[in-house]
């Protein structure tokens, strides 16, 4: 994940940890709950006393905070050099494994071992281990994890753990001071110290289609730091470190951290499911300017959303809302940002009804939806596995002759159980006995079983082989 400072500078999308590791748990156990302790209350009011030491704050915060290990074996298919294939026929190619170890941080949340991390700190793991400030270790195994927001919960077996106390991160101001600790560079626990520098931060291209809300602080933030936490005055947890932006590859004061509002709603979802579930609206919008405003005979200074368009069949169409519409508020809550209102949505809950404060024709109006939920790969095949039907464009690039049709490969992850049978540019032209053309022919037909996939890949139809599992 990275974004560009400017032409000639280096920005590193410090996705903090030295090596990323993935896991994404599927457990079909009942809902899980986790107690945690909140304290919702503001930092200050402004007033306080000035204070000389923050050591007895930061004691019990550094006993919470951990360090996560991981490894990743990576296995790299290795062909052999043509001149020698030339001489000595056709040699297979050889396989080869070689591990990446990476360090993050964790921020301990319940004292029977959940904690709180980044997702690339955790992506990928054969291995995780986490190594407590006492010195003790435990082998950690990943609970779930959401990549469009960065948060993964992670667990370790343990009792009586010390656990961060969670706050009200909606309620931090510009000027808060705030303590980052975690693992940087492997040197060992560092507490280092800033304010919040900005908040809302979104935009940066850190996360790729993904949701961003960031919390900006200048207090230092390296590589490990990733998943580490971010602390009030108070000693409560009210980000989670994930990234920083950087010509050096070293803090420079651009620090970034995501709200724990936002870690724990997920946080929450990952422990009693696995998974995360989004709510969906249907509209696509744009932040309201000061010229859109004075267009749209708005006050001057009006903030929201602007609807640049509305789904056929979603809710947003089934609540009337109309192209031009601008949204000011969402449950009574202000709307001052298409990014706030997409972050707002995509944390409902699917099936919950919302209120919707419109600006329409200069009338102030409310409406009322019911959200769907929000499919993040509207293309998924099979787990880890996305297609799209056969169009002319893909049809002249892959060079697919005209008697062929179906579904084109476009994707298939790493970790997808199908990766070694699939690839992208595979265009399935028969499933079993039934030719497809479209996605919702080939998932009905790839019902739990066993299936022959006929797939035309340069020049040549072959068979694949599947098989498809009940959740």
């Given amino acids: 994940m990275k974004t560009k400072l400017s032409s000639s500078f280096i920005v590193l999308a410090a996705l903090l940890s030295c090596a990323a590791l993935a896991v994404v748990a599927k457990e079909s156990a009942p809902a899980k709950k986790v107690d945690v302790r909140i304290d919702n209350t503001p930092v200050t009011d402004g007033k306080g006393p000035m204070v000389a030491s923050y050591a007895d704050v930061l004691e019990p915060v550094q006993k919470a905070v951990v360090s996560v290990y991981s490894k990743k074996i990576i296995r790299e298919r290795v062909s052999a050099n043509p001149l020698i294939r030339q001489f000595f026929g056709n040699i297979p190619d050889q396989e080869r494994e070689r591990k990446e170890e990476g360090l993050g941080s964790g921020c301990i949340i319940s004292a029977d071992g959940y904690i709180l991390t980044n997702n690339h700190v955790v992506e990928g793991a054969d291995e995780l281990k986490v190594g407590l400030p006492d010195d003790r270790e435990f082998v950690a195994k990943v609970i779930g994890a959401d990549p469009k927001t960065d948060v993964a919960v992670i667990k370790i077996e343990a009792d009586h753990l010390p656990f961060l106390t969670l706050a009200d991160s909606d309620k931090l101001r510009v000027g808060d001071i705030v303590f980052a600790v975690g693992n940087p560079l492997g040197v060992g626990q560092t507490v280092t110290m800033g304010i919040v520098s900005a908040k809302g931060r979104s935009q940066l291209g850190l996360l790729e289609g993904g949701y961003e809300s960031f919390i900006q602080t200048d207090a230092a933030i390296n590589m490990g730091n990733s998943g580490g936490a971010l602390v009030d005055a108070k000693g409560r947890l009210v980000g989670i470190n994930s990234a920083i932006i950087s010509t050096s590859r070293g803090s420079i004061g651009l620090g970034f951290a995501i709200p724990i509002n936002l870690a724990s709603t997920i946080m929450r979802s990952l422990i009693a499911t696995g998974t995360v579930t989004r709510g969906y609206l249907g509209v696509n919008a744009q932040t309201v300017s000061p010229e859109d405003a004075e267009s749209l005979k708005l006050?001057?200074?009006?903030?929201?959303?602007?609807?640049?368009?509305?789904?056929?069949?979603?809710?947003?169409k089934r609540a009337k809302l109309e192209r031009g519409d601008v949204v000011l508020a969402l449950n009574d809550k202000p709307v001052n940002s298409w990014e706030e209102l997409q972050l707002a949505i995509a944390g409902s809950a699917p099936n919950s009804k919302v209120k919707l404060t419109i600006s329409r024709d200069g009338e102030r109006l409310t409406l009322e939806a019911t959200l769907a939920k929000k499919d993040d790969r509207p293309n998924e095949l099979l787990p880890g596995v996305e297609a799209v039907p056969l169009t002319d464009e893909l049809r002249a690039r892959l060079r697919i002759p005209g008697r062929y049709d179906g579904l084109v490969i476009t994707n298939v992850d790493q970790d997808s159980p199908y990766a070694d049978v699939l690839a992208p540019e595979f265009l399935i032209v028969q499933i079993d006995r039934e030719f497809v053309a479209d996605l919702a022919t080939a998932r009905e037909a790839l019902r739990e079983g066993r299936h022959l996939l006929y797939?035309?890949?340069?020049?040549?139809?072959?068979?694949?082989?599947?098989?498809?599992r009940g959740n």
């Fill in 299 to 316: 006050p001057a200074g009006t903030h929201g959303a602007m609807i640049t368009d509305v789904s056929p069949d979603s809710p947003a």
């Fill in 455 to 468: 797939v035309y890949y340069r020049g040549a139809l072959r068979v694949a082989r599947v098989e498809v």
